[in-house]
């Protein structure tokens, strides 16, 4: 009775698992809005500003982009720009970092400010009926910053921390070693440590602000619920007598490495997982781009892609294992496959990552149901990814940036409705070569190398910097 009653109760699960994917939803248009350009004077340093109006909520963000990111950082101080930017919230001339976080709190504002490898940017939001004063007190802190040695010597520690910490994760350790091996010692490749950190001194960030935070080449990002006219007046007058000449030198531009056939193994002595990851640097042009994200969609970019539904689904190694392709960048793009996998099966989850990208580009190419699907997703998900102020300046900045037209995003949702199984099969195959993937496992070797030389890989042991051991 009690094995009836319970095989009833599974009976809804089984079916399920059997059922067809349901149809996708129609497919529908979206048109994204166009930004207005303004120009500010000569003697406001005649930036361009980039508007994006939103008038839903009475909320807006103002951002200064500057073209300038890790790239520019000095030799053998990675971050230098990101700490250089977090410091301006840190105190002005007439303001401390207290006074400074309560000034804004009365304001109901917020500031950032950072670097990523490729810009920087100084960021304010808040309400409508407070714009002008907060946007005079982020200007504050984008002109007057006082570089206080004491906050310095307080950020100094938390960073070298986090960069010693980052050594005991290896999620994230896999993520920097594959930079390294990627990009080499380019920008790209370089990354903080705790040495890097206690040499760095304020006397390198206001360096790095002097040569750095100017109006040449930068830019203003301006979205939600504001005026144009009125919001570039404000703009005039917070960057009145703003001024000067960026450093000389173009941005590096790393070129996609030849692959090769070694599998990298960093020792993590112990541990119950492994991290394994597979990619390679491509340089993809539009419209090929969107036929290509398509394609990685039902290859491993989503949730019931084939290599997740394989690896997690089907063999139960992993929580999740996904794909993802980065083109937001100078240079090449990179394309990558990771996974956390029990550490009993790395090998055979190892060689079935193998397979399932080596059959997408060969003898299993997408299909005409997978691609009409992940196609849909993508265009019918469109919309929500933009939905913030934030994601649409992420993009109006990412078109100034990388050289891309205005109308960009409106160009990607006809790119998107316009890919086929045939375009997606052709994105991939002359994307991805198999045989000349970069592989890294970061595990318990004393474990995983036998089982993966036996499969017949070449295992190249490195240590934690991405260098190779005897």
């Known amino acids: 009775m009690i094995n009836a009653l319970l095989a009833l109760c599974l009976l809804p699960f089984a079916s399920a698992a059997t059922r067809p994917r349901p149809e996708p939803l129609p497919e529908s248009a979206w048109a994204p809005p166009a930004p207005t350009q303004r120009t500010l004077s000569a003697a406001a340093g005649g930036m361009p500003v980039y508007i994006v109006e939103d008038h839903e909520t009475p909320l807006w963000q103002v951002r200064l982009v500057l073209p300038r990111g890790g ?30 976080a309560v000034a804004a709190r009365r ?39 006082s570089f206080p040695e004491s906050a310095w010597a307080r950020e100094q520690t938390r960073r070298a921390t986090d960069a010693a910490s980052r050594l005991e994760r290896p999620d994230v350790l896999a993520r920097q070693v594959a930079s390294r091996l990627f990009y080499g010692e380019t920008y790209r490749g370089l990354y903080d440590t705790p040495d890097t950190w206690k040499a760095t001194s304020v006397a390198d960030l206001r360096t790095w602000y002097t040569a750095n935070v100017v109006p040449d080449g930068a830019f203003l990002l301006v979205g939600g619920d504001v005026d144009p006219d009125a919001v570039t007046a404000l703009l005039e007058s917070a960057f009145a007598g703003f001024s000067g000449a960026a450093p000389a030198g173009a941005v590096p531009t790393p070129a996609p490495g030849a692959g090769n056939k070694a599998l ?3 020792d993590n002595p112990g541990a119950p997982q492994s991290v394994v990851s597979t990619g390679a640097l491509v340089n993809v042009a539009a419209p090929k781009l969107e036929a290509l994200r398509v394609a990685n969609d039902l290859l491993g970019g989503s949730f019931t892609s084939r290599i997740n539904s ?15 392709f980065d083109d937001e960048r100078y240079g090449a793009a990179s394309w990558v496959c990771s996974s956390s996998i029990r550490t009993d099966a790395t090998a055979d989850a190892v060689a079935e990552l193998q397979r399932e990208i080596t059959e997408a ?26 939905e913030t102020t934030g994601a649409l300046l992420d993009t109006v900045a990412a078109n100034r940036l990388y050289g891309r037209p205005e109308t960009w995003l409106a160009q990607r949702t006809q790119a998107i409705a316009a890919v086929e199984a045939s375009s997606a099969r052709a994105a991939l195959s002359s994307t991805i070569d198999p045989s000349a993937l970069t592989w890294l496992v970061v595990g318990d070797a004393a474990t995983v ?14 240590d934690r910097d991405g260098k190779p051991l005897p």
Do not use: H
């Open 71 to 100: 790239w520019s950082d000095p030799a053998g101080r990675p971050g230098t720009a990101d700490a250089a930017l977090s410091m301006l919230l840190e105190g002005t001339t007439s303001k401390s970092a207290e006074e400074i």
């Open 361 to 386: 580009v060969t003898t299993r190419p997408p299909t005409d149901e997978e691609v009409t699907f992940y196609r849909s997703s993508a265009l019918l998900g469109l919309p929500g990814s933009y």
């Open 107 to 145: 304001l109901g504002a917020d500031l950032s400010a950072g670097a990523s490898a490729d810009a920087g940017s100084i960021t304010v939001s808040g309400i409508t009926r407070t714009m002008p004063e907060a946007i005079a007190l982020w200007a504050e802190v984008v002109r007057t910053p």
């Open 310 to 324: 394989n690896l997690r689904e089907a063999k139960g190694w992993t929580y999740g294992a996904r794909c993802s």
């Open 449 to 462: 190398e036998p089982a993966l030389v036996a499969k017949g890989w070449l295992v190249q042991r490195i």
């Open 264 to 266: 990298f193994l960093i």
